[in-house]
């Protein structure tokens, strides 16, 4: 018999995983940052209560961020950031979180610097971030992070009082994993909980 530990107690911290991409649904791609995720945050003692996938859709995407928010304080998206036209993550976080989008200067100056005079309006839109918008774990192209207040939580919810933040990790597994490992070398960056003991 397997007694399972509240995912929202003080020692065990909780959150959640978002996946966009049709080509994870269509089955074109097999999904590792899930998994990847799923394992990283269970060494660091974290609870992971769900991965949900959903398409290039931004009501999918919106609601889907709204409703894991609502039960967890940290949720992680993975994919959806580049400049082609089906890449929604930054327009449909923005819609759900009522966030206008902005241009981010330093965003923008490592583009230009990387494109030099191949840079087009659509690669520039990748540094169109939604308002608040932090950037951490830098070295390269930096974690997009939102920080948003409690009153995105569930009513009812263990941890309602707490604030609610998304981290926005690229999809592509190897650029996912360093980012998170980056993330994870930040002192307090990242949630932390007692080990699981098996």
Known sequence: MRARMSAT???RPSAAVLLIGDELLSGKIRDENGYFL???LRARGVELIEICTVPDDYD?????LLRLLGE???VFTSGGMGPTHDDLTMEAIARATGRPLQRDAQLANMLRTFYGERLTEEALTMADLPEGTCLRAPGGWPVLRLDLPASFARPGT???DQARRIYILPGVPPLLATKFNLLADIDGELPAGRPWVL
């Open 9 to 11: 107690t003080p020692e």
């Open 38 to 40: 799923a394992t990283a």
């Open 60 to 64: 999918r995407i919106g609601n889907a």
């Open 72 to 74: 967890s304080p940290v």
């Open 158 to 160: 263990e941890e309602a």
